[in-house]
Nanobody, 125 residues
Framework: QVQLVESGGGLVQAGGSLRLSCVTS????????MGWFRQAPGKEREFVGS????????YYADSVKGRFTISRDNAKTTVFLEMNSLKPEDTAVYYC??????????????????WGQGTQVTVSS
């Protein structure tokens, strides 16, 4: 079983930056891709972006493209979400997720089977 633990959320002013981390453990050798999602109060969960674990290819939703960057460490144990130029509408609980079942890179179509507990990001205007 893959375990995921997010951290790095907090309160930031509009225009500011935050860096979220998601530490992986347990069966991570079989991860195909990692993704980030967010869910604002009263709204459906939204896909933010993903990274192909082995080669580092990335994909972003239009709503965050050019502002957010997904990366991983060389040891392939941690995935990051660097968020710049934050807007109040970025306020949400952010979740990381692991895909161990996909066999081809076709974002945003992934098969995320493992999820973290989430970290709150609040952007004030």
């Amino acid at each position: 079983q893959v375990q995921l633990v997010e951290s790095g959320g907090g309160l930031v002013q509009a225009g500011g930056s935050l860096r979220l981390s998601c530490v992986t453990s347990g069966g991570t050798f079989s991860i195909y891709a990692m993704g980030w999602f967010r869910q604002a109060p009263g709204k459906e969960r939204e896909f933010v972006g993903s990274i192909r674990w082995s080669v580092g290819w990335t994909y972003y939703a239009d709503s965050v493209k050019g502002r957010f960057t997904i990366s991983r460490d060389n040891a392939k144990t941690t995935v990051f979400l660097e968020m710049n130029s934050l807007k109040p509408e970025d306020t949400a609980v952010y979740y990381c997720a692991a895909d161990r079942d996909s066999r081809s890179w076709n974002p945003p179509h992934h098969r995320f089977g493992f999820w973290g507990q989430g970290t709150q990001v609040t952007v004030s205007s």
